[in-house]
């Protein structure tokens, strides 16, 4: 049997592959339309180490730290952040809401710490330093910023501001003292 198209006929086979054609085009549309905006963003830029002890590793904004594999006696999160004594966590400097140092005290230390800002948050693991009782320039991930032309992007970041802190804090086996 032959179909019709046009003033030319075709074959069953060529109208049966026009129509998984369409029906592919208009599978991928659908996905494309019903697809998280989160699937089509580029994952996050850790950025620079700066001053801290252990460099960054970007992860998902939503996070946790029970999901990243980490066996916290207790978490603390800090939002809004701010400089201020929250129970065993001191954050001893912020700036421009950009960079926070940290203090731990009470006998604790941080196994690891999330900042969240932007669209991800950057992980700040010291489990193999055995945790530590402080650190310093700890950011969440960054973006690249246009060079003058616009049109590529030069060597600077742009930081972005830090949503949340979340510290994954524990005593057992912890050379406290460290930094």
């Known amino acids: 049997m032959r179909a019709s198209i046009g003033d030319k ?20 549309a659908a996905v494309a339309v019903t697809a998280p905006a989160s699937a089509f963003v580029a994952a996050p830029n850790p950025g620079p180490q700066l001053g801290a002890d252990v460099p960054p590793t970007a992860v998902e904004g939503d996070a946790t730290f029970k999901r ?25 400097k912020v700036v421009r809401g950009k960079l ?46 246009p060079a003058p032309d616009n049109k590529t992007f030069g060597p600077t970041v742009r930081f972005e501001k830090v949503r949340s802190v979340e510290f994954c804090l524990g005593s057992g086996g912890y050379r406290l003292g460290q930094a």
């Open 9 to 28: 006929t075709a074959s069953k086979r060529t109208m049966m592959g026009l129509r998984l054609i369409g029906l592919g085009l208009a599978t991928a």
């Open 68 to 92: 990243l594999g980490f066996k916290c006696e207790f978490t603390l999160e800090v939002k809004p952040v701010k400089k201020g004594q929250f129970g065993p966590v001191s954050v001893t």
């Open 100 to 145: 926070v140092d940290f203090r731990v005290e009470d006998g604790l230390a941080a196994e690891g710490v999330l900042v969240r800002g932007g669209l991800g948050a950057n992980l700040y693991d010291y489990r193999a330093m055995d945790g530590v009782t402080k650190d310093q320039d700890l950011h969440a991930p960054v973006v690249g910023v």
